[in-house]
């Protein structure tokens, strides 16, 4: 039954939410919604029909649907871009700044060194600290450079993954390598989401662009780019220096931010938080399920 509701009846009740959501400071309005999702949550419980709405909130788990209605409208105006937006968002590049279609990337799983002439090995970390990532960049078996930047606490790992290879492909052309050597690079991550979404002709994400732009030019100069999947934490010596310093950029307080586009399912996330004091406010005004309010006081301690 919940799976019916979350899946089916949920997204008819919340379908165009954005246009209608002003009816919803009218009574008659609010009691007609009240009643789809009172007969649900009835169901979902299997409570007795005098059991009061809000102890079926409580019951089933499922959040009041005028909090989620406004969590719905708000998440809209996210994606459309609508409102007073200050923060940078991680959005999907415009069509007309995707790279052709042709232009993808090849992925050779590999758990070490290649014969390409610059090996370059990322990491990302995130923790409760912050957000990291680095790169270890080797011409041959010799260390050329090592880099770490660090990332808008919000951001995710993956975001982390991928800034650090944008940022590697971008130096490629201050490394030195001898005249005749070919124009290889090996990009070495542990990440499967970051190489997944360059092979993945309809991801268009901000970061992911990025590096598909990045090595369209490169290609463009000859270069060959190749990209590996490798285990983490099994001694790889560039896999674990990238790690090192991914840890290092993220619990340093005192660096230089180099990205702070935010993804939209952290916003969402925090959307759903802001949520929970809305409806543990309306628990505790409730004058209803006294007994159920003794079991359950908390929304957050029953939504856990």
Known sequence: ????????????????????????????????????????????????????SEALYFVTGMTPIIIKTVETVKQYNIRQRKGNQTQLIDREVEIKNWPHAADVVKSIEDNGYKEQTIQIYTDGSKNEHGVGSGVAIFVGKELKAQLKFKLDNRCSNNQAEQLVI????????????????????????DSRITIDSLKNVNN???????????????????????????????????????????????????????????????????????????WQKEWENCKKAAITKQFFPNVRDRLN
């Open 204 to 278: 268009h994400s901000y970061l992911i662009e990025d590096i598909r732009k990045t090595i369209s030019i490169l290609e463009r100069t000859d270069w060959t780019i190749e990209f590996s999947w490798v285990k983490a934490n099994v001694g790889i010596y560039g896999n674990e220096l990238a790690d090192k310093l991914a840890n290092a950029a993220a619990c340093n307080r005192d660096t230089t931010v180099f990205f702070n586009r935010i993804p939209k399912s952290t916003l969402y996330s925090e959307l759903e938080e802001e949520a929970t004091p809305k």
């Open 1 to 52: 039954m919940k799976a019916i509701y979350k899946g089916v009846i949920l997204p008819l009740l919340l379908y165009r939410a954005p246009v209608w959501t002003e009816a919803m400071k009218y009574a008659y309005s609010r009691i007609k919604y009240f009643r789809v999702q009172r007969l649900m949550n009835i169901g979902m419980a299997k409570a007795y029909r005098t059991t009061s």
């Open 166 to 189: 944008a940022k590697a492909l971008e130096i490629i052309g201050a490394i030195d390598i001898a005249e005749n050597s070919p124009r290889t690079i090996g990009i070495f991550t």
